[in-house]
């Protein structure tokens, strides 16, 4: 079974600083994606970005960037010049691509604050 | 842009009742899923459901739950006989045909069981 490790509970940052989320997972599928959700305290799921575990290249989504360290099974979230909207519960979350109907699994989750 | 919804935002039950949470996946999507986060806590996946029957559950998914996509556009999950500890947040998610990666979520229902 897939597992998604978050080791940091809570997070903070002072705006417009950079802050990096850590994510492990553990699974012996070679094919599925890897995704950072955050949710609000309005508690709406929304999906900030996404990688393919076949792609070598880190994805980037303006400040948003990971480090997908693919054989040590690592995903971490950078957040690039922070904004206080940036405060929110990040979750880290797997899906297996290969044999099941992609249900995501998901890690317990870093709150992070920013601070003006 | 197209979005999942789900309704109510927000429902109050009293314990043994039965519940039914609604969802309207986005149109051309063939694959829906339930999740639940009970306060505080992690995300976890309830079912999966594509072409009219369930795909795959979770050991959450015991025989108080049930879905039903009674026509061509709602997508419900029907909780029998509620308990204290069904209070959770509910969320639908789709994703588009083949499986493209990413799932659409709603904004979730809140329950609370008294």
């Known amino acids: 079974a897939q597992t998604v490790t978050q080791s940091q509970p809570e997070m903070s940052v002072q705006e417009a600083e950079t802050v990096t989320l850590s994510c492990t997972y553990d699974?012996?599928?070679?094919?599925?994606?890897l995704f950072w959700y955050k949710q609000p305290p309005s508690r709406q799921m929304i999906l900030v970005i996404r990688?393919?575990?076949?792609?070598?290249q880190n994805a980037t989504e303006n400040r948003f960037s990971v480090n997908f360290q693919k054989a040590a099974k690592s995903f971490s979230l950078k957040i690039s010049d922070s904004q206080l909207g940036d405060t929110a519960m990040y979750f880290c979350?797997?899906?297996?691509?290969?044999?099941?109907?992609?249900?995501?699994?998901f890690g317990k989750g870093t709150k992070l604050s920013v601070k003006p | 842009e197209p979005e999942v919804t789900q309704t109510p935002s927000h429902q109050v039950t009293q314990m043994g009742q039965e519940v039914i949470l609604r969802c309207v996946p986005i149109?051309?999507?063939?694959?829906f899923y339930w999740y639940r986060q009970i306060l505080g806590q992690k995300v976890e996946f309830l079912v999966s459901?594509?072409?009219?029957?369930?795909?795959?559950k979770s050991e959450i998914f015991d025989d108080q739950f049930s879905v039903e996509r009674p026509d061509g556009s709602n997508f419900t999950l029907k909780i029998r006989s509620t308990k204290l500890e069904d209070s959770a947040m509910y969320f639908c998610?789709?994703?588009?045909?083949?499986?493209?990666?990413?799932?659409?979520f709603g904004p979730g229902t809140r329950l609370t069981v008294l």
């Open positions: 699974t012996s599928e070679s094919n599925y994606y």
């Open positions: 998610a789709s994703i588009p045909p083949g499986l493209a990666g990413e799932q659409f």
């Open positions: 990688q393919e575990a076949y792609k070598q």
């Open positions: 459901f594509y072409n009219n029957e369930i795909s795959e």
């Open positions: 979350a797997f899906m297996n691509i290969g044999g099941s109907q992609g249900n995501l699994i």
């Open positions: 149109s051309n999507h063939l694959y």
